[in-house]
C-alpha cells in the first residue's frame, strides 16, 4: 500500500512538472531526488526505511496473564493441535496435566451432533536437568469428516475443558485457503503483540505455518524447562483452535552436555508431536501434509542432510509424488534460510541449499517459508544452481522455476530484531524490513494465491508487503517482481 501511494505521488508529480513545461529528463532528475516515506530502492529490490522504536526485548513475567494455569484439580493446560494423519481427516490433541497423570480420553462430537466421540491417547514425561516434566497427553482423533466444526473436551474426570476446530475441505485442486506465518515467537512482550496481530487480522489464517523456534527455553540458565510450560499457556489461545504445523528450529535442539544432557530435542519432541509416519518418514523433524490444494513439505535444517542420509533420501522420494493436478501448490517449510541478505545467520543454510536447490527448481516449488533470522525478508524468484568447481558460476540468475524464497522469523522473541543487513541489498533480495509481525497466504485457486505480511505496529488489517503468486505448474508466468 506504501508503494501504491509513491506511484500516486510520482504521477501527481510529473503531471505538475509537465503542466509547467519541464524537460522529461529535470523530471526524472528531481523524482529520483525524493526521498519516500516508505522504501530505499537499492541494488536489489526494497530495504524498507520503516524504523521501528528502539526498545529492548524482554520475556513477560512468570506472573503475567498469558501464563495463567486454568483453575480446578489436574485441569488441563498447554492444550494445542497440529494434523494427524496426511490428508487432513486427522488431529494430534495434546495436552498436560500436573497433579496426576489423569484421563488420556478424549471426547469429540460435531457441531449439530448430540452424539460423543471417544479416542484414547498415550502419556508420556521426561526430565531435563533438575526439571521433571507434567504428564503429556497425545490423542490422534482419525476419520474426521472434512469441513467441519468439531468440539472436544480433554481432562475428562478432574476439571475437563472444551475447545473446538473446523476440519479442512477435502483436498482439491482449486479449493481456496488460508495458512498463517509465524516464527521464532519466544514469549516476550513483542511476542504478544505478534499472536494477538495474527488473531485480529482479518485475513487470519485457518491454519498456522510455524517456522521453528517456539519457547526459546534454551537462553535461560540450565535450558529452564519452565518455560517451555509458559510458552504451552501462551500459544493455548491460538492452537487449542487451530492446528499449528510445526517446524524445529535451532532453538529446539536443547543439547547441552554440560549439564548432562545429551539427547538433542528432547523437550520439543516429548511436547510437540507430529504425523511424520504418515508421509515414511523416519523422523518427527522432517514430514509432509496435504491440507486443502497445499502440498507441505517439511524440512530439518538441524538434521543431517547430506546425501545417503535419511532426510536426503525421504526428501529424494517424496517431491516425485506430489501430484500438481490434486495439489497444485508446494509449500516448503524450514528454519534457516538459504536466501538471507542481513549479516545474522548469514549463509548458515548455504550447504542445504547446495544439496537441495536443483530439486526445488526442478519440481517447481511454489514457495519456500523460513524463520531464524529476526526480521523480514522476501526474495524474486532467482536460483544458484549452475554452479560447479570448474566454471565458478556462482551467482543467483533470474528463474521463473524457482521458488520465492520469503523469511518470516521476527515473531517477536527476546534476542530481539536482526537489524543489520549487508550492503547493497542483493539483487535476488526484493523486499527488506526489520519489524516484528507475522503473515498470511491466501489460496484462491490452483493459478492463484494471495500473500501478505503484516508488521506490529501497523492497523490489523494493513499490509506492509504483499504480492500475487502463481502457480509454477499451472501458471508460470513471472510473479515476484508484480507486488
Not at 488460508?178 to 489464517?205: C, M, V, W
Request: net charge neutral.
Amino acid at each position: 500500500m506504501d508503494e501504491m501511494r509513491d506511484v500516486d505521488e510520482k504521477n501527481r508529480l510529473e503531471r505538475f512538472l509537465g503542466v509547467m513545461g519541464r524537460s522529461s529528463s529535470f523530471t526524472v532528475v528531481i523524482i529520483l531526488g525524493l526521498v519516500l516515506n516508505a522504501a530505499v530502492v537499492c541494488n536489489g529490490g526494497i530495504t524498507s526505511s520503516f524504523v521501528r522504536k528502539v526498545e529492548k526485548t524482554n520475556d513477560m513475567p512468570l506472573d503475567s496473564d498469558v501464563f495463567r494455569v486454568p483453575l480446578g484439580y489436574n485441569a488441563p493446560q498447554q492444550v494445542h493441535m497440529t494434523q494427524g494423519d496426511h490428508e487432513g481427516r486427522g488431529v494430534i490433541v495434546s495436552w498436560v496435566t500436573v497433579a496426576e497423570p489423569g484421563s488420556d480420553t478424549v471426547l469429540y462430537w460435531t457441531e449439530n451432533s448430540k452424539r460423543k466421540n471417544r479416542a484414547e491417547g498415550v502419556m508420556v514425561t521426561y526430565k531435563f536437568y533438575n526439571y521433571t516434566s507434567g504428564y503429556i497427553h497425545h490423542c490422534t482423533l482419525k476419520n474426521l469428516e472434512f469441513n467441519t466444526k468439531y468440539y472436544y473436551e480433554v481432562g475428562i474426570g478432574h476439571s475437563p475443558r472444551k475447545f473446538w476446530f473446523v476440519t479442512p475441505p477435502k483436498v482439491g485442486p482449486d479449493v481456496p485457503y488460508t495458512f498463517g506465518l509465524i516464527g521464532d515467537l519466544g514469549q516476550s512482550y513483542d511476542s504478544n503483540r505478534t499472536l494477538s496481530h495474527y488473531e485480529l487480522n482479518p485475513a487470519k489464517g485457518q491454519t498456522v505455518l510455524f517456522l521453528g523456534d517456539l519457547s526459546y527455553a534454551d537462553t535461560y540458565l540450565n535450558h529452564n524447562n519452565v518455560r517451555w510450560d509458559t510458552w504451552g499457556r501462551f500459544v493455548e489461545r491460538s492452537v487449542a483452535y487451530q492446528p499449528w504445523i510445526w517446524t524445529a528450529g535451532n532453538h529446539e535442539i536443547d543439547f547441552a552436555p554440560e549439564i548432562g544432557e545429551f539427547t538433542p530435542f528432547k523437550p520439543y519432541s516429548h511436547r510437540y508431536h507430529v504425523p511424520y509416519r504418515a508421509s515414511n518418514s523416519t523422523s518427527p523433524f522432517w514430514y509432509s501434509i496435504k491440507r486443502a490444494s497445499a502440498y507441505i513439505i517439511v524440512l530439518s535444517s538441524y538434521s543431517a542432510y547430506g546425501k545417503y542420509t535419511p532426510q536426503y533420501r525421504w526428501l529424494q522420494n517424496e517431491l516425485p509424488k506430489v501430484n500438481r493436478s490434486e495439489t497444485p501448490w508446494l509449500i516448503v517449510l524450514m528454519h534457516a534460510p538459504w536466501y538471507n541478505s542481513y549479516n545474522y545467520h548469514y549463509m548458515e543454510g548455504e550447504t542445504m541449499r547446495v544439496m537441495y536447490e536443483q530439486w526445488f527448481v526442478q519440481y517447481k516449488v511454489d514457495v519456500v517459508f523460513a524463520g531464524h533470522v529476526h526480521a523480514y525478508e522476501r526474495s524474486y524468484r532467482m536460483s544458484n544452481i549452475a554452479y560447479n568447481v570448474v566454471n565458478g558460476i556462482c551467482t543467483p540468475v533470474n528463474d521463473l522455476s524457482a521458488p520465492v524464497y520469503i523469511t518470516v522469523g521476527d515473531g517477536g522473541n527476546l534476542e530481539g530484531l536482526a537489524t543489520n543487513m549487508t550492503e547493497p541489498q542483493p539483487k535476488y533480495s526484493a523486499y527488506r524490513e526489520a519489524s516484528f509481525g507475522h503473515a498470511s497466504f491466501e489460496i484462491k485457486n490452483r493459478s492463484h494465491a494471495y500473500y501478505s505480511w503484516h508488521r506490529n505496529e501497523d492497523g490489523y488489517a494493513v499490509e506492509a508487503d504483499s504480492l500475487w503468486f502463481f502457480n509454477r505448474f499451472w501458471h508460470p508466468v513471472d510473479d515476484s517482481r508484480s507486488s
